[in-house]
């Protein structure tokens, strides 16, 4: 059985990527989750996680974290599930963007940040947090980059590369940020590409039943 170590659903965007990518691939699975801000958090996750973080896969009697060698154990584990796409040019550019959400974006991670207070499920509350210079270069960089993606690849489905692919998983969590800050990305290039991009992420079922399954956790234990 495949375990999968997650923090708060309500606002762990790092635990969401993975498990977006175990839904698509139809992998049997249970959930451990752990609240982050806890007395005893740190103990707990050092149960689990080498790094004392989360996300962690646990499989085989082996121990996997960081999000994308996860999924690139769950690719590995499912081959036939198209988890990445089909087409070789498609497939290097979703790895290109993939990576650099996994390593960027600090500006945005640090401004527009997912909390407690900034829980990513749920609708926007109508505020919109004030984007500084280094988020904002952030927020022109992801939309520039799914226009171009959406254009040249479009064709084929409503997501990043037409079809659904671990893109659209480490693409969610952004989505869910733009919406609870109140990002508008007609401030930053967008023609409307990426908004609709935006609302098809937060309108995907698997997605839509981590929203209904996210409840918020004791974190005096």
């Given amino acids: 059985m495949i375990e999968l170590i997650v923090g708060d659903r309500m606002f762990s965007t790092w635990s969401l990527r993975p498990w977006l990518v175990l839904k698509k691939t139809g992998l ?7 609240p982050l801000y806890g007395p005893s958090s740190d103990a707990k996750l050092a149960v689990h ?14 121990t996997i974290w960081d999000s994308l060698a996860i999924v690139l154990w769950i690719a590995e ?4 599930a198209p988890v990445w796409p089909r087409d070789p040019v498609a497939r290097a550019l979703c790895r290109s963007v ?9 500006g945005m991670r640090n401004d527009l940040g997912m909390g407690p207070q900034f829980p990513m499920v749920g609708p926007s509350d109508g505020r919109r947090t004030e984007v500084t210079e280094a988020a904002a270069a952030d927020v022109r960089r992801i939309v520039a980059m799914w226009r171009e993606m959406r254009g040249r690849f479009g064709a084929g489905g409503p997501y990043l590369f ?5 893109a659209d998983a480490f693409f969610t969590p952004v989505a869910t940020r733009f919406r ?6 007609a401030d930053y290039g967008d023609d409307e590409t990426a908004v609709v991009y935006a609302q098809t992420l937060l309108a995907q079922p698997d997605f839509l039943e981590w929203e209904r ?6 974190h005096s234990l």
Avoid at 28 to 34: D, L, P, Q, R
Avoid at 162 to 166: F, I, N, Q, T
Avoid at 213 to 218: C, N, R, S, T
């Fill in 28 to 34: 049997e699975f249970s959930v451990t989750e752990i």
């Fill in 98 to 106: 993939v990576c650099e959400m996994h390593s960027g974006f600090m």
């Fill in 180 to 185: 609870r800050h109140g990002v508008d990305l």
């Fill in 77 to 80: 584990a499912a081959p036939e």
């Fill in 162 to 166: 037409g079809e659904w692919s671990v």
């Fill in 213 to 218: 399954e996210a409840k918020p956790l004791d």
């Fill in 49 to 62: 996680s080498p790094s004392r973080r989360v996300p962690v896969l646990k499989a085989d009697g082996e």
